[in-house]
């Protein structure tokens, strides 16, 4: 295979796509303007006293995301830098580039697209910044690739790149010049299920045309889910595509093969869960763009089972409501939820917690990857078909309210209950459960049934906090301090109230 081109100087869109030529894929044919065809321009917006005006704001700023006003600011900002580039005169060299590229791409219809080196990377994808103009003919080219080169020094851009912390802010672009394919047919596939994160389907969706429309979201595409190790069809759903044939499917049997065929080549040639835009023209399925998914959440190694092998579906445990731990987990952290846990469980099951090392596949917790999971497989015979659960969730999650109801969703069932959650181990330990929790409803209720206690109880116990909150401890010495109440029961026994003071 020929050498993988330089990202820096053709950028993410066009390394991408002649990375897919090169692997044998039906690109349609273009060129690309490098980064060295701009650079004569970006030399001159960089000097310019509105560009420096503009990188000093953002560089004063503290704030990873911008206020209104500040984003407002930089629009007017950026906005006056690209009128300074629609205005810069092309070069004798830059001239001679476009007439060659004229003459040999001949005549015909033209997307011309940006490429960012720092575009379509799996870390940034820039999804939506950069400009695209599609139907360019050849007299309108200088126009459109003007266009393009323009967008580099969009507001949108540099915001995105601080958000992401990125440390170079200078503008970088190369622009591809690709035949344009007048498809009937067109759409985006991914080689994993973005709704459940599923790495044995692919997700298809399809309209009708050159697809302008489904990426402006002026319509609803079909839909098609297949299972990636039998090839079989789980769900095809019918979108409002608009057009003469609004209730017909876009593809038959054959072509969602090739294409679920076409997007696992891809995703193993670029060894990553892809997003690929395709076409279809004359019979012919066309590549035009393949990137990594960025939104997408990598599960750790061992949690990862192996293709046509049972599905577990998890949930971000750290994620959930009142949590909300979007970083990764230190070990000690863990270490502590897993100690929380263990004595939870010992508290209400009896279960000593030295027995109950948890286990994702075991007890359906676990600590994997920096971050907390729970395995809902293990708990879904118990949810029946998901529907209570899902409305509870709705106004709250409404991914979760979205996957509870989601026909998919007994794929991921056991074929047998584990055997610590089978009804009759949950029934035999509820009335544990429910003898053990009754301070819990005891507290509930104090506020509405004695609401002079309660806030009496409540202030001495804040205020307690705060006076060993503000108390100084010894260089040599941790203190911990156990409830103000006469008593606490601990792991089943009753300790006094008292204060424990350990040496280091």
């Not at 959650?421 to 459960?433: A, D, E």
Request: include cysteine.
């Amino acid at each position: 295979m020929p050498d993988a081109p330089r990202l820096t100087e053709v950028g993410g869109k066009a390394a991408s796509l002649i990375r897919l030529a090169q692997g044998g894929f039906r690109v349609p044919d273009g060129v690309v303007l490098t980064t060295e065809f701009f650079s004569l321009w970006i030399e001159q917006i960089e000097a310019g006293e509105a560009w420096r005006s503009v990188i000093e704001r953002v560089n004063s700023s503290r704030a990873r995301v911008p206020n209104l006003d500040e984003r407002e600011y930089l629009a007017r900002a950026c906005d006056e830098v690209k009128q300074i580039a629609a205005g810069l005169a092309c070069t004798i060299e830059q001239r001679r580039v476009i007439d060659d590229i004229k003459r040999e791409l001949g005549n015909g219809t033209f997307a011309v697209r940006s490429s960012s080196p720092e575009e379509d990377l799996a870390g940034a994808s820039f999804a939506g910044l950069y400009e695209t103009v599609l139907h360019v003919k050849l007299e309108n080219l200088d126009a459109a690739v003007r266009v393009c080169f323009q967008s580099c020094l969009d507001a949108r851009v540099l915001l995105y790149k601080r958000e992401m912390r990125f440390e170079n802010l200078s503008p970088a672009i190369a622009v591809v010049i690709q035949r344009q394919v007048a498809s009937a047919i067109s759409g985006v596939a991914f080689s994993l299920n973005p709704l459940t994160n599923d790495f044995d389907e692919v997700l298809i969706n399809a309209s009708w045309g050159v697809g302008e429309a489904l990426v402006s979201g002026d319509i609803t595409p079909d839909t098609v889910i297949v299972n990636k190790v039998t090839g079989e069809v789980i769900e095809q759903r019918l979108g409002d595509k608009g057009g003469d044939r609004p209730g017909e499917a876009c593809l038959g049997d054959a072509q969602i093969c090739e294409l679920t065929d076409t997007v696992e080549q891809i995703e193993t040639l670029f060894a990553d869960p892809v997003d690929v835009e395709w076409a279809i023209y004359n019979g012919e399925l066309h590549i035009l763009q393949a990137r990594p998914i960025t939104a997408y959440i990598p599960l750790a190694k061992e949690m990862q089972t192996q293709p046509g092998a049972p599905r577990y579906l998890y949930m971000d445990g750290a994620l959930t409501d009142g949590l909300t731990i979007s970083g990764p987990i230190s070990p000690i952290t863990c270490e502590t939820f897993n100690s929380i846990y263990g004595l939870m469980a010992e508290y209400m099951l009896g279960i000593p917690a030295a027995e109950l090392d948890f286990d994702i596949e075991r007890t359906g917790f676990g600590f994997h990857g920096a971050r907390i999971y729970v395995n809902l497989s293990m708990f879904l015979h118990l949810m029946g078909k998901g529907k209570r659960l899902a409305k509870q969730a709705e106004s709250t999650n409404a991914l979760m309210a979205e996957i509870m109801l989601s026909p998919e969703l007994d794929q991921y069932r056991l074929a047998k209950p584990p055997p610590l959650y089978r009804i009759l181990n949950v029934i035999r330990y509820m009335p544990r459960i429910l003898w053990r929790s009754r301070s819990i409803f005891k507290w509930l209720l104090m506020p509405v049934v004695r609401p002079e206690r309660f806030q009496k109880e409540y202030a001495q116990a804040l205020s307690w906090f705060e006076e060993s909150a503000a108390r100084p401890t010894a260089n040599c010495r941790h203190r911990f301090a156990i409830s103000p109440w006469p008593s606490t029961r601990v792991g089943g026994s009753c300790v006094p109230n008292a204060r424990l003071t350990t040496t280091r």
